[in-house]
């Protein structure tokens, strides 16, 4: 298949209530099924943040964009065809599950079985992958929820 267009927006956001209607959306519809919980073909971004997945934008540790020959020419940074040839089953600069953020869900059956009392039942995040309970601790729009906190903003590039 040959691509013939890209298409790209940039919203504005300063709306945003965080609900990721946008991009959940899309999502179910593409990636109901087993393997794909990780998946997200629409992504969105606020700033400042380090980017998804985290710290995409640096360039030494992805090997990506360019850099000048000592004739001046242009060359891809991570090498020609090659070095891509070489790496085509096996990159190691490629990121893995844990720059993106491990997948959850919430244990709604605790809702709706839990038996009557004082408190109210809650529904504890579950990994998506094992299914197992989990701590949250990164995931889309994190650093915008911290408000650009001092410690986001020195881990970002831009």
């Known amino acids: 298949m040959k691509v013939m267009a890209q298409l790209a927006m940039v919203m504005n956001l300063d709306k945003c ?3 990721h209607t946008c991009s959940v959306t899309c999502k179910q519809a593409w990636t109901n099924r087993s ?4 998946v997200w073909f629409n992504n969105v971004e606020t700033r400042p943040g380090q980017g998804y997945p985290r710290t995409y934008e640096d360039q030494e540790r ?8 000592k004739k001046g020419r242009l060359r891809l940074r991570d090498g020609g065809r090659i070095q891509k040839l070489l790496r085509i089953f096996a990159n190691p600069k490629l990121p893995v599950l844990g720059d993106y953020y491990e997948p959850w ?6 809702l709706t079985t839990a038996p009557a009392g ?3 039942p809650t529904a504890a995040p579950r ?3 094992s299914g197992e309970p989990m701590k949250v601790s990164w995931g889309p729009n994190w650093d915008d929820n911290l408000a ?3 410690e986001i903003l020195a881990g970002t590039r831009s």
């Not at 992805?62 to 020959?69: E, F, K, L, P, S």
């Not at 869900?105 to 605790?110: I, V």
């Open 17 to 19: 209530i965080g609900c």
């Open 35 to 38: 393997g794909t919980e990780y």
């Open 62 to 69: 992805w090997r990506g964009g360019w850099i000048r020959d």
């Open 105 to 110: 869900t919430y244990d709604y059956e605790n």
């Open 118 to 120: 004082d408190t109210f």
């Open 127 to 129: 990994s998506a992958i």
């Open 148 to 150: 650009g906190s001092s």
